[in-house]
């Protein structure tokens, strides 16, 4: 399937949005990963034409491992925590984006809720389960973001300690 | 590797604090999963015969989907995030137990944090990442306690809507 003209303006809304997160978890002295789970709006359909955002944000977050002290809120679970209770085909209409490639319980909670496409900001910093994700049918779509890797790259250098246990590798 | 006896001790005890996290769960009106994570008591390895246990519990908890309203806080993510930041090496000493067979992000983060054993009250209710566990050189051991599959049966059967919503299934 073509990537639409539709994809690409959400593609590039999702993962700055996820990117904000990741940017506000920095700030707050976090490790900087953000992510975002997204639907395609319903009035995108009716008009196309409409002002506004042509999709709707289900939920967002970064990881918390530092601000909790958190060993399970990683960016995409945050996310999906955030968006509570869907029903199974909501998820199945949604994208889900994160600033890294997704470590292995991220990877299956994508799994777990059927979300059919994955947008990964970078996997030069870390690189988790993508092919589980591609080998179980998932669309994975990696952007090679500039502004991701320059981000995790800075705090990895500046915070090597912490950054040891990003993923716990 | 032989069960030795202070295995089969640990695993009953493990597996029992489980089924205690599922029923609490049960009397919430949650779904009735529960997890602890465990490891040897290093005081065992001096003096085999004290008493008291053998072992000590890092963490517990149970699904929290109906009590907070959770999608990420199956019973083993909320055993680890009860445990809290561990050092890896920790994580690679320690058994994860659970009453029923892990879904695919519960396997992932058991994957994630190298654990090395799961014990599985049982798979009857529903079947989840066994394979990934063991193809990733995880021990799994499958119990197939009465007690867990009939509390699980019980639940599905007085609430058969929560229950499609266990593992989204
Ligand atoms: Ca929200
Ligand atoms: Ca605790
Ligand atoms: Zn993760
Ligand atoms: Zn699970």
Known sequence: AQLSTSDEHQDAQGLALALAQARTSYA???I???SVLLVPSSSHQANSDAPGPKFKVLGA?????????SATL??????????GRLKAEVYRGA??????SPCS???GAALLYGIPRVV????VNFVGGEDLLRAQGVKVIVVDDADCKALMAKFI????????SIHLV
Chains 1, 2 share one sequence.
């Open 28 to 30: 707050q002295g976090g």
């Open 32 to 34: 900087p990963i953000g």
């Open 61 to 69: 977050g970064h990881n918390q491992r530092v601000q909790k002290s």
């Open 74 to 83: 990683h960016a995409e679970i945050a996310a999906l925590e955030d968006a």
């Open 95 to 100: 994208t889900l984006y994160t600033t890294l």
């Open 105 to 107: 319980m991220c990877t």
């Open 120 to 123: 990964i900001g970078e996997n």
């Open 157 to 164: 250098e500046e915070k090597p300690e912490v950054s040891l």
